[in-house]
T-cell receptor, first 114, second 117 residues
Framework: AQSVTQLDSHVSVSEGTPVLLRCNYSSSYSPSLFWYVQHPNKGLQLLLKYTSAATLVKGINGFEAEFKKSETSFHLTKPSAHMSDAAEYFCVVSAKTSYDKVIFGPGTSLSVIP | DARVTQTPRHKVTEMGQEVTMRCQPILGHNTVFWYRQTMMQGLELLAYFRNRAPLDDSGMPKDRFSAEMPDATLATLKIQPSEPRDSAVYFC???????????????FGEGSWLTVV
């Protein structure tokens, strides 16, 4: 079975400070892991993905995430928050070779304070 | 720039009316998903297709919802009759279901915003 936990439903940071959005997963398979972002009234956009290569994955807009198998975590980080980063972020786990077990986390709402 | 296209973007309808939402997946993608998003339930998978065949529609209320892929470039989600509790954003997404290095990335459309009054 697979599951995803996003430890914070809401995170608030000041502009220019680091962002940390936490994600833990469980998977019976060798997982693929993703982070998606959803801006208000928009669809979900892929930020980054981990398949099986480097454990530190760089994505768009300065975001990156590190896959830590021992901790079953895939936390999303950014060194310096920008106002445009305010959005909903979803951590997703899927079986590496199939879509059959795609699981979305409940989402973390990120607010950026000027 | 390849993208998933959904129509209509916004729909307001009266209870009891039929609603049809359409989706054009990214050309070449063989897997199509329908998701529903609400404040209360978050993102829910309604159904998905591989090579136009339904693989899983267990998340879809069978009495009023139906999903089809008449051809590889069109997926439809129909609600008949619609009810106020169906008000939500409906997302179509597509992907290339071969796994491997593609990492099973799913590409989302902008959504169809449905309000049933």
């Amino acid at each position: 079975a697979q599951s995803v936990t996003q430890l914070d439903s809401h995170v608030s940071v000041s502009e220019g400070t680091p962002v940390l959005l936490r994600c833990n997963y469980s998977s019976s398979y060798s997982p693929s892991l993703f982070w998606y972002v959803q801006h208000p009234n928009k669809g979900l956009q892929l930020l980054l993905k981990y398949t099986s290569a480097a454990t530190l994955v760089k994505g768009i807009n300065g975001f990156e995430a590190e896959f830590k198998k021992s901790e079953t975590s895939f936390h999303l980080t950014k060194p310096s928050a920008h106002m445009s980063d305010a959005a909903e972020y979803f951590c997703v786990v899927s079986a590496k070779t199939s879509y059959d077990k795609v699981i979305f986390g409940p989402g973390t709402s990120l607010s950026v304070i000027p | 720039d390849a993208r998933v296209t959904q129509t209509p973007r916004h729909k307001v309808t009266e209870m009891g009316q039929e609603v049809t939402m359409r989706c054009q997946p990214i050309l070449g993608h063989n897997t199509v998903f329908w998701y529903r998003q609400t404040m209360m339930q978050g993102l829910e998978l309604l159904a998905y297709f591989r090579n136009r065949a339904p693989l899983d529609d267990s998340g879809m209320p069978k009495d009023r919802f139906s999903a089809e892929m008449p051809d590889a470039t069109l997926a439809t989600l129909k609600i008949q009759p619609s009810e106020p509790r169906d008000s939500a954003v409906y997302f179509c997404a597509s992907g290339l279901g071969s796994g491997g290095v593609s990492g099973n990335t799913i590409y989302f459309g902008e959504g169809s915003w449905l309000t049933v009054v």
